[in-house]
């Protein structure tokens, strides 16, 4: 319940919070939620078989578990996964902050930064490009930790992303991935 409540929160003032709402409001047993932190470097021809193992997983559990009550638990209708991204800060957003930081010591907090700039979104994990395309519908919010940024980083800002995904999409998404391991 903690973890639903503070996407709810962070979903505040979002197009999307009523989206997330409802998927949990109406029917909480239709949504599989899925935390993908997996190591960033492990051998991509892994990948695949990792989603094969959790999806195949969910599809045995709907036929394989010893009672109604169990099996009905496993079928979902849609996916909110939730998954580590950057977003690019443009040159003048950045030169802004660091000033508007020399001004007044002011954290960003609970992802309500109005000014903040929509960059382009970096995936850290070739997959999370694939579920944001097929996601119905998505949305960031920035970490909020403080990190010192290396030179590197400079450029970019740690963020989360929350997308959902209709369980009708999910063979798409491993044909897409396999073909994606596939071609490099």
Known sequence: ??????????????????????????????????????????????????????????????????????????????????????????????????????RKKVSLRNGDDQNDDKGELVYIKPEDEIFHQLSSWSFTFPVDADYLATHELEDVKPMRLLMAIKVEKIQTFRSQLKALIDES
């Open 1 to 102: 319940m903690e973890l639903r409540d503070f996407l709810l929160h962070k979903s505040f003032e979002k197009a999307e919070a009523v989206q997330l709402n409802a998927l949990w409001e109406k029917h909480p047993r239709d949504v599989g939620l899925l935390v993908c932190e997996r190591v960033v470097n492990l051998p991509f021809e892994l990948i695949p078989p990792l989603y094969d193992g959790l999806f195949d997983e969910v599809s045995w559990a709907v036929e394989d578990e010893p009672t109604q009550e169990l099996r009905d638990s496993f079928r979902f209708k849609h996916y909110v996964l939730l998954t580590r991204v950057y977003q690019t800060i443009s040159k003048e957003c950045r030169v802004a902050k660091t000033q508007k930081k020399k």
